[in-house]
């Protein structure tokens, strides 16, 4: 059978977009952080500060999140971010971890 041009174009486009699609879907989960991950455990990270063990972390204080560390690499306004000590991991900017920094 003789694909015609028209017919070809067609279906790239359609496999183009299946593709683009499935790579966007697997980019928003892909990317953050999950709690779970060894790294995250090892620094005591929480996607959300107000559920850090206080016990466990005495360090931690009231109003610290991801967002206003210094280590973020999003804007304060992102819900995820960045973060220096996690590579292509982006952190939730509610979160918190034991390397807070605000210098």
Sequence with gaps: MKTSRRHFLLLSVSVG???ALST???ADTAGKLAESDPKAQAVGYKEDASKVDKAKFPDYA???TCANCSL???KTTDAYGGCTLFGDKQVAARGWC???SNM
């Design 62 to 64: 009231a109003g610290q």
């Design 17 to 19: 977009s299946s593709l």
């Design 98 to 100: 034991s390397s807070y």
């Design 24 to 26: 966007a879907a697997f």
């Design 72 to 74: 973020f690499q999003g």
